[in-house]
């Protein structure tokens, strides 16, 4: 027998690539969040061309929001047994008709109609790509797709929405609303093209199957109940909450406590906005680098420092030294909340594996619940302490949400170690 060792040479196994439909899952969130984050900043031209108040166009950012946050876990449930692909273009087709038939409306509760019908409409289609993106890599690279996918919603926030209020007070905010239309439409028909036809298969034997069969056994919304669940979707609605209290607030808070005019203040959305989009790339890859856990609890400890100095920059230091330290620290809140993203996602994912679709929803529910009650909150805030206190109050949600980071950590740990003692027992 020849024992000779072998000298045929080693195969090095190709690194494993991200799918480029991904980007065409990133364009559709693109177009989503800038319809969603641009309403805010279009307010004035919708009452007065709607010929409402400004309070009352305000009601459609709170719809849309509603609508998100209750219809997503409902229209996940209704579409469970749905395969992802055709579910996608669907979502993201519809999506663009409603954008479109937005544009045309001639009254207020037209308007209010379509906001109603896209948020239903929004909630199918995000977390359907994040479970998607998830399911289409190995675990190693989850995070990194996450991101890809978050990141079109965070361009929304760096670049969507500064372009799309410029081009409606060139051409009107229906132009604005065209605009989405089509690029609704082109990422529509990327992903006809672009997202794999064993797309169904996999996510069938990754998730989908394994939601319709237990779904005939217990109610959709059983996950809730798995171990963990509940606690990390109240973190992810305190992150959210926490991130709003301060966010809704931004150009008041600029202006009240450091003079900042409207340029100064679109300065300081651009910088956020770009810092958001390095801190959804880097939270990725730091998930993936590092584990989901160890970076959740690293970003939500830096909100709390980055919204507590935030109110203390602007309350007690002189304004010469308050200024850039809150210009600077404004930018470090851009990172570590977009950063926070990929790794709550990825905690969700990894507590119901096979229920991801349901998980993300909910998910996006209670970030959608945070961000209608960090504006409440925020407001209150305003009218006891002042504009100021804000950053006081966005630092208080995300330090309770930090505390239950720390809290499911702990119980992981003493969890882990109970077999091992039983081992040696």
């Known amino acids: 027998m020849n024992t000779a060792p072998s000298t045929a040479p080693q195969v090095r196994q190709p690194a494993e690539r991200l799918p480029l439909a991904l980007a065409w899952l990133a364009l559709g969130a693109f177009a989503i969040g800038t319809e969603s984050f641009m309403v805010a900043g279009l307010l004035p031209l919708l009452a007065a061309d709607l010929h409402v108040s400004a309070t009352r166009a305000g009601q459609l950012v709170l719809l849309f929001a509603l609508s998100y946050a209750i219809g997503s876990p409902l229209m996940a449930a209704l579409f469970a047994r749905f395969s992802r692909r055709p579910l996608l273009i669907a979502s993201l087709a519809a999506f663009s008709g409603l954008t479109l038939a937005a544009a045309m409306a001639t ?84 992903l006809v093209l672009g997202l794999p036809r064993k797309l169904a298969m996999v996510t069938a034997t990754a998730a989908t199957s394994a939601v319709a069969t237990t779904t005939q056994r217990t109610p959709a919304f059983a996950v809730a109940r798995e171990p963990g669940v509940l606690p990390a979707l109240l973190v992810s609605m305190l992150w959210a909450t926490g991130g709003f209290s301060f966010y809704t607030y931004v150009a008041l808070f600029l202006s009240g406590t450091l003079g900042f005019g409207a340029q100064g203040t679109s300065a300081v959305f651009a910088l956020i906005g770009v810092a958001a989009a390095f801190g959804t790339a880097a939270g990725g890859w730091a998930t993936d680098r590092f584990g989901a856990d160890r970076m959740a609890q690293g970003f939500a400890l830096m909100l709390v420092v980055v919204l507590g100095g935030l109110s203390f920059s602007a309350q007690v230091l002189p304004h010469g030294l308050a200024l850039p330290l809150v210009v600077g620290l404004s930018a470090l809140w851009g990172f570590a ?17 096979d229920r ?56 992981a740990k003493a969890a882990s170690s109970l077999p091992a003692a039983s081992a040696t027992a």
């Not at 909340?337 to 594996?353: E, K, Y």
């Not at 302490?385 to 239950?404: D, H, I, K, R, T």
Request: glycine share 16%; no cysteine.
């Open 107 to 190: 009254g207020f509760a037209q308007l209010a109609l379509a906001r109603v019908a896209l948020g239903l409409v929004a909630g199918v289609f995000l977390p359907t790509a994040s479970a998607v993106a998830a399911a289409m890599v190995s675990p190693a690279l989850r995070g990194r797709a996450l991101a890809i996918v978050t990141g079109g919603g965070t361009l929304a926030v760096a670049l969507g929405v500064p372009l799309g209020a410029w081009i409606a007070g060139w051409g009107g905010w229906r132009t604005a609303y065209l605009l989405i239309a089509a690029v609704a439409a082109l990422a529509t028909w990327g």
């Open 337 to 353: 909340g977009w950063g926070f993203g990929p790794a709550q996602a990825v905690r969700l994912i990894r507590l119901a594996p």
């Open 356 to 411: 991801a679709p349901m998980t993300l929803s909910l998910h996006a529910s209670a970030i959608y619940l945070g961000i209608a009650a960090g504006s409440a909150f925020g407001g209150v805030a305003i009218d006891l302490f002042g504009v100021s206190a804000v950053g006081w109050v966005g630092g208080a949600f995300q330090l309770a949400g930090l505390m239950l980071l720390l809290q499911a950590a702990h119980k």
